[in-house]
């Protein structure tokens, strides 16, 4: 049988693409203009401006009827515009007779509002998917989450990626890992750090943490074999920097000798890059889920970039295929 040759040419779009659409909000174009090369498809245009009183405006410029759009934006600072922007987009999209809305959340800010930990406060990370659903989105894709559980606080299905597998890779090329160990800085993150510890095969280890404010906490003992080892701190997000600052000062305590940090998302707010800086650690890795500009970039820091796993999920859920399969 002959093939057709528009089939045939590499430079054509995939056709089995040809319905799919990609917005980005202004939270962090870069990853979608990434996410679309991947996918060899052209980042479909729409103008977000503001109105002279600041209310936001968004105008689809392209027509999106029946089609399957995929929108990514993260909830980076200032985290309620970037969030307004989004509903905004969610919205407009359905007006236009969108088939299917995916909202594309690489950095989901709300996830560490999980839970009521004190009286008279808003469970924020379950409210953000309420509001998501009401917005328009039929779904969501989202990266490496705080905690599990806001997994469940969504009404419509969800795709939780994660970017273990680039920090693996990473660290077996660039540390010398046969003395090496990971540490959670907390109990609470034991259950992320262990998924990590398993997958490059090494031990691990957890520091005792108590937080007293928003950037300050403190740090006990350490529960493992530490001492004489290299440690790879493995994290959700750095966002203030205090909990890594803390961690590095009781690992020195406890004797070890090359520090490295992994973060997904390399929030780096405040005095955050100060403080890593003055930690002199051996390396801190981060994603780039979120923007990071170039003021706050040091020899130290390096971004792995997750489009390439964004690009086969959305890819994946474009075509019904599995997105769990690419982490079996």
């Known amino acids: 049988m002959e093939t057709d040759p528009k089939l045939a040419d590499p430079n054509l779009p995939d056709p089995n693409l040809m319905d799919l659409k990609i917005f980005t909000g202004?939270?962090?174009?870069?990853?979608?203009?990434?996410?679309?090369?991947?996918?060899?498809?052209?980042?479909?245009?729409?103008n977000v401006s503001r109105f002279s009183n600041d209310n936001l405006f968004v105008q689809i410029q392209e027509n999106v009827r029946e089609k399957d759009v995929f929108v990514i934006q993260p909830f980076t600072a200032p985290a309620s515009d970037t969030i307004m922007e989004l509903f905004i987009i969610l919205d407009a999209l359905r007006s236009a007779s969108a088939r299917r809305?995916?909202?594309?959340?690489?950095?989901?800010?709300?996830?560490?509002?999980?839970?009521?930990?004190?009286?008279?406060?808003?469970?924020?990370?379950r409210l953000m998917a309420d509001l998501i659903r009401t917005a328009g989105a039929n779904r969501v894709l989202t990266l490496d989450l705080h905690s599990d559980a806001v997994h469940g606080f969504f009404s419509?299905?969800?795709?939780?990626?994660?970017?273990?597998?680039n920090f693996v890779d990473h660290f077996r090329q660039t540390v010398d890992?046969?003395?090496?160990?990971?540490?959670?800085?907390d109990a609470g993150g034991a259950k992320r750090a262990g998924r990590f510890a398993r997958r490059i095969h090494l031990p691990m280890a957890i520091t005792d943490k108590r937080r007293?404010?928003?950037?300050?906490?403190?740090?006990?003992?350490?529960?493992?074999?530490?001492?004489?080892?290299?440690?790879?701190?493995?994290?959700?997000?750095?966002?203030?920097?205090?909990?890594?600052?803390?961690?590095?000062?009781?690992l020195s305590r406890a004797g070890v000798r090359n520090i490295h940090v992994g973060a997904s998302h390399g929030v780096l707010c405040g005095q955050a890059v100060e403080r890593l800086k003055a930690c002199n650690l051996s390396s801190v890795v981060v994603t780039d889920t979120v923007a990071i500009?170039?003021?706050?970039?040091?020899?130290?820091?390096?971004?792995?970039?997750?489009?390439p796993l964004f690009a086969e999920a959305i890819r994946r859920i474009h075509t019904g295929e599995s997105v769990g399969a690419l982490f079996d």
Do not use: M
């Open 26 to 46: 202004t939270a962090n174009p870069q990853l979608a203009k990434d996410i679309c090369k991947h996918l060899g498809i052209p980042l479909s245009s729409l």
């Open 101 to 125: 809305i995916t909202a594309v959340i690489p950095y989901f800010s709300y996830a560490r509002s999980d839970k009521k930990d004190a009286p008279r406060i808003s469970i924020a990370g």
């Open 156 to 165: 419509v299905p969800v795709d939780h990626l994660t970017a273990v597998s």
């Open 177 to 185: 890992l046969s003395h090496a160990v990971v540490v959670a800085t």
């Open 212 to 250: 007293v404010g928003d950037t300050e906490v403190v740090q006990g003992l350490v529960v493992g074999d530490v001492e004489g080892r290299d440690a790879i701190i493995f994290e959700d997000e750095i966002s203030t920097g205090g909990t890594l600052a803390e961690t590095v000062k009781t």
């Open 293 to 307: 500009l170039p003021e706050k970039k040091w020899p130290a820091l390096h971004v792995l970039s997750v489009a």
